[in-house]
Each structure stands twice: as C-alpha cells, then as structure tokens.
C-alpha cells in the first residue's frame, strides 16, 4: 500500500482530530452533556412516578370500596331484631361485629398509609419536575456559552476541512476509505509506524507472527488498539 498520501492526509487531518478533541472535552460542552442526562433522568423518573401514582391510586379505590361493603355488612348486622335471636346467634352476631370493626380499622389504617404514600410520590414528582426544568434552563446557558467557543473555531476548522478536500484526492479511494471508518470510530492516528517491536500507537508489544506479517505486507492491524501499523 502507497501510504505517503495518506500521511500526508492524516497530519493535516492530525489539526482537525485535536481541535474536535478540545471541543468535545470544553468545560462548558462536558457541562451541557451533563444536563442533559440530568434533564433526560429526570424524564424517566417522573414517569416512573406517576406510574407509581397511579397504582397507589387505584389500590385506593379498590380499599375505599371494601371499606364501604365491610360497613355495610356491619349495619345489616345492627339492623337484627336481637330479640328474635337465640343465645347462641347472639354471641355469634357480636362476634362477627367484632370481626368487621376489627377489620375496619385496619383497613382505614392502610388507607392512611396510601395516602401518606401518594403525598411522597406527588412531592417527589414535583421535585424531579423542578430538577427537569432547571436543568433544562441551566443547558441553554452553558449551551449558548459553548457555542460561542465553537463558532471561534469554526473558521480553522473549515480551512483544515478544505485542506484535507484537496489532499483526499491523492489518496486511492479504498484507502481514503478504511481510514474514514478508523476516523470515525476515532482509533487516531489511524496509520502509524511500528516502533522496534511494538505499536507506534499504543505501545504494544507485536507477536513473532504479528512482526512477520509486516515485514512481508509492511501492513498490519494492531489487535489492542485498531490502529493499522506500517513498516518503511
Ligand atoms: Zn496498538
């Protein structure tokens, strides 16, 4: 493979790769990243409430009609003319108006703690609703303040990518485009030469076989890092 084009390429492109670095690592671009996730957080969470919410809701309705049949059941059982009563269905009638009262009171105990529950939730959900909002407010600001820095760069960044316009048509098309897709998934430098026995890249230390395969191709894909070593 003729590599002194694409050498060539790839220092101008080397300009671009560390202005795209510095962008991608600005305080204010990594501030905006971070916001985001927040605000996108805090998105899954208040769905995640509100789902909470509604089940909480629904167990309520389900416990408010219990409550009412439960006392329902103990008004038939007062309504009994007890003096048509036996003993013995006397003492079973009290028994079970024992049993419903008995009921009844923790069933109006769980009530309360729904109730408690869905005011944690709706006070969580307008905490996270809060979080969303500032957030959101707070990424215009850092957004705004990072654009600025890029649209500085803007004019380097354009002259380089007319540079690398030209340059690129030097390069054979297969191998402008094995760099691309290296470029791409930012294994940079893309092309880099063997150093004694190692990758010129990452530093490391090639196989016996690995060393043979380039003195004969001159060309070998670093298995660590990705990065296409050349020998002269
Ligand atoms: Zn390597």
Known sequence: MELNAILAYQDVDKQLFNLEKDLAKNPYKLKCNALNQTAKDSQVKSSQLE?????????????????????????ELLKKDVTKLSADEISENLATKDKVLQNLSLLDKRLTKLAESINQVLAEFNKTIKNYNEAKAQYQKYKAAYDEVAKQQQPKIDALKGQLQNLAKTVPQETMEIYNKKRADKIFPVFVEVMGNNCGRCRMELSASALSKLKSEHILTCENCRSIIYSK
Do not use: F, V
């Open 51 to 75: 789902e909470q919410a509604g089940s909480i809701l629904s167990e309520m309705e389900e416990l408010k009609k219990t409550i009412s049949s439960t006392k329902k059941h103990g008004e």
